[in-house]
């Protein structure tokens, strides 16, 4: 019954997102996830989903994550057009926020030193590092097509979302 509730919840948030304003947005999606995650310890499967959520909600331009594997940044689950499978440790932004261990804001991607362009239509972006016993273990990357979509309201519930894992 709880699951049923569960369900009718996730689909009435659907529906319901596209009308909202960022905050008001980020505050369901938040209790979105936290109840899709739910006792899931599956770090793949759960990363797919917030990825979905996240990218259906805003229509980001892309949307995923890349997990750190034997000193790199690997590509994981993600949302959008295809994506550089490997970056490293300092490199682009998703490797700077790794280094930084930081989230970072990027107004306008031209402008950020050795940004990686996975694609041209790419021109703002937010990377979200994720810890597990104070290391990076991996970064949610947002990418959007057009300038200076991400600000601090992006920032403190994106780290919000990822703090859920
Ligand atoms: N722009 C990123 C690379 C990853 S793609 O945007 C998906 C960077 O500079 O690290």
Same mark, same amino acid.
């Given at each position: 019954?709880?699951?049923?509730?569960?369900?009718?919840?996730?689909?009435?948030?659907?529906?319901?997102?596209?009308?909202?304003?960022?905050?008001?947005?980020?505050?369901?999606?938040?209790?979105?996830?936290?109840?899709?995650?739910?006792?899931?310890?599956?770090?793949?499967?759960?990363?797919?989903?917030?990825?979905?959520?996240?990218?259906?909600?805003?229509?980001?331009?892309?949307?995923?994550?890349?997990?750190?594997?034997?000193?790199?940044?690997?590509?994981?689950?993600?949302?959008?057009?295809?994506?550089?499978?490997?970056?490293?440790?300092?490199? +682009?932004?998703?490797?700077? @926020?790794?280094?930084?261990?930081?989230? &970072? /804001? *990027?107004?306008?991607?031209? !402008?950020?030193? +050795?940004?990686?362009?996975? @694609?041209?239509?790419?021109?703002?972006? &937010? /990377? *979200?590092?994720?810890?597990? !016993?104070?290391?990076?273990?991996?970064?949610?990357?947002?990418?959007?097509?057009?300038?200076?979509?991400?600000?601090?309201?992006?920032?403190?519930?994106?780290?919000?979302?990822?703090?859920?894992?």
């Amino acid at each position: 019954m709880l699951k049923v509730f569960k369900n009718i919840f996730i689909i009435f948030a659907r529906h319901t997102l596209q009308f909202m304003k960022k905050t008001e947005k980020y505050q369901l999606l938040y209790e979105q996830i936290k109840a899709l995650l739910g006792k899931e310890k599956d770090e793949i499967a759960n990363m797919a989903n917030v990825v979905a959520i996240i990218h259906e909600a805003f229509r980001f331009w892309w949307t995923g994550f890349y997990r750190v594997i034997d000193n790199e940044l690997v590509l994981g689950p993600f949302q959008g057009p295809v994506a550089c499978t490997r970056i490293a440790y300092g490199k +682009g932004v998703c490797g700077t @926020s790794w280094k930084e261990a930081q989230t &970072i /804001v *990027v107004k306008d991607v031209h !402008e950020f030193p +050795g940004h990686i362009a996975c @694609s041209s239509a790419s021109q703002s972006e &937010i /990377v *979200v590092p994720i810890f597990k !016993e104070n290391q990076v273990v991996a970064v949610l990357d947002i990418d959007s097509e057009k300038l200076a979509t991400f600000d601090e309201t992006d920032k403190e519930w994106l780290e919000k979302i990822v703090g859920l894992f």
